[in-house]
């Protein structure tokens, strides 16, 4: 998982290990559904549908990241 967020957010070890474990979770999971929604954006393109995975709704994690000291900006 620490190669994943070093490759997503192009952060060293260190700083993936500057981070709690639940802070880390959130980034995951907020990642996750990026990269979901990429992949069925992606599909689309071809004429192809995805099934199963997370849901394709829209959820605003900002809140959730700010109360564990992430920065978040809001856009």
């Known amino acids: 998982m620490v190669d994943l967020l070093c490759s997503e957010y192009g952060w060293t070890i260190e700083?993936?290990?500057d981070h709690t474990k639940d802070q880390v979770g959130e980034l995951?999971?907020?990642m996750m559904k990026r990269i979901s929604r990429d992949l069925?954006?992606?599909a689309e393109l071809h004429g192809a549908?995805?099934?199963g995975g997370?849901?394709?709704n829209a959820v605003d994690v900002g809140d959730d990241l700010s109360k564990l000291g992430i920065n978040v900006v809001k856009g």
Do not use: I, L, N
């Open 15 to 17: 700083q993936v290990f």
């Open 28 to 30: 995951v999971k907020v």
């Open 40 to 42: 069925r954006f992606q």
């Open 49 to 51: 549908t995805m099934k």
């Open 54 to 56: 997370p849901s394709d």
